[in-house]
């Protein structure tokens, strides 16, 4: 099974059932084509990020207390909260073009009735 036909097959509209013109299919191959690469390049940035950004535990040095460090009284300025940030800003994008997507799944948007 190739790829194109993966995602068609992801697709709710095929085209034997599609009763619009052809050029009409065609937009709407093309745009849930590109909806489905920019969800899974948002995925692929969301688990990079997560992947990378260290964990919030300090370890042992928890359970006794610890000393304030200068990483602690600029965490707002760090590179973990930058990754924190952008991980947290691809995962809304990946929302936010899932609901896109599934709306666009709805048949009467593109000429089937």
Do not use: C, H
Not at 11 to 29: E, N, R
Not at 58 to 68: H, M, P, T, V, Y
Not at 102 to 107: A, G
């Amino acid at each position: 099974m190739n790829l194109l036909s993966f995602v068609n097959n992801l697709l709710i509209l095929s085209k034997d059932q599609f009763t619009g013109s052809g050029a009409s299919y065609t937009a709407y191959f093309s745009v849930s084509l590109t909806f489905i690469i920019l969800m899974g390049v948002a995925a692929i940035a969301a688990i990079v990020l997560v992947m990378v950004t260290p964990g919030n535990s300090q370890g042992i040095d928890a359970l006794g207390g610890s000393s304030e460090t200068f990483y602690g009284k600029n965490k707002g300025r760090s590179i973990e909260s930058k990754l924190k940030m952008w991980t947290f800003i691809s995962l809304g994008v990946l929302g936010v073009l899932a609901v896109i997507f599934f709306i666009l799944q709805i048949p009467a948007l593109w000429g089937l009735v």
